[in-house]
């Protein structure tokens, strides 16, 4: 099994933007995304049902339906251009998927 | 605050074995599975594999035949051994905390909570 991004999405600055990630593990599992900047490790943005860390800003959010799970940033900053990875266990629970990276630019 | 060092040969000969170690400052190891992870230059995340407190493995499948990953409890750390490297195992890697609540009737909870800063690992002739 495999999670599915979309590569590149580009967003206005101060618009809403949607990041999908597509999978037959995620009717058994919530997502969890992670962003990365250029020569950063990842850091967790949101986890479970709709969860922020601390210290991620509410404009980041998360859903789930069916095989498709979403982040949503709502009013995109330019400090938020970055790939976004999500992640979930493999149907079995015995594997870790990661999907491709969806580069976000902010225009 | 939690935190995880890691540490390991970082330049590499085509069919030598890449050692990795991470060690937890500041938390314990109960509780969490502890993962490695890789990421070539460019490229997306690849799971390597995972261990528990209790010692018990999952491997990516197109890299078990290669992978050995360890835990020791009284120093706070795992370890991850990976043989015969080439240099499509060049990458950075990184050592990762995993939290895992599995639910019946609704979709179960798994993320990588905390990572180390990565350990790049060139292999070259």
């Known amino acids: 099994s495999e999670l599915t991004q979309d590569p590149v999405v580009s967003v206005a600055l101060g618009q809403i933007v949607r990041i999908t990630c597509q999978g037959d593990?995620?009717?058994?599992?919530?997502a969890s995304w992670y962003q990365q900047k250029p020569g950063q490790a990842p850091i967790l943005v949101i986890y479970?049902?709709?969860n922020r860390p601390s210290g991620i800003p509410d404009r980041f959010s998360g859903s789930n339906s069916g095989n498709t799970a979403s982040l949503t940033i709502t009013g995109a900053q330019a400090e938020d251009e970055a790939d976004y990875f999500c992640?979930?266990?493999?149907?079995?629970?015995?594997?870790?998927?990661f999907g491709g990276g969806t580069k976000l630019t902010v225009l | 605050q939690v935190q995880l060092q890691q540490w390991g040969a970082g330049l590499l000969k085509p069919s030598e074995t890449l050692p990795l170690t991470c060690t937890v400052y500041?938390?314990?190891?109960?509780?969490?599975?502890w993962s490695w992870i890789r990421q070539t230059p460019g490229k997306g995340l690849e799971w390597i594999g995972e261990?528990?407190?209790?010692?018990?493995?999952n491997y990516n499948p197109s890299l078990k035949s290669r992978v050995t990953t360890s835990i020791d409890t009284s120093k706070n750390q795992f370890s991850l051994k990976m043989t015969s490297v080439t240099a499509a195992d060049t990458a950075v890697y990184y050592c990762?905390?995993?939290?895992?609540?599995?639910?019946?009737?609704?979709?179960?909870?798994?993320?990588?909570?905390?990572w180390g800063r990565g350990t790049l690992v060139t292999v070259s002739p």
């Open positions: 990762a905390r995993g939290l895992y609540f599995r639910s019946g009737r609704n979709p179960s909870y798994w993320y990588f909570d905390l």
């Open positions: 261990i528990n407190p209790s010692g018990d493995t």
């Open positions: 479970g049902k709709d």
């Open positions: 992640n979930s266990r493999d149907i079995t629970g015995n594997h870790v998927l």
């Open positions: 500041g938390g314990s190891l109960s509780g969490y599975y």
């Open positions: 593990s995620l009717r058994h599992y919530y």
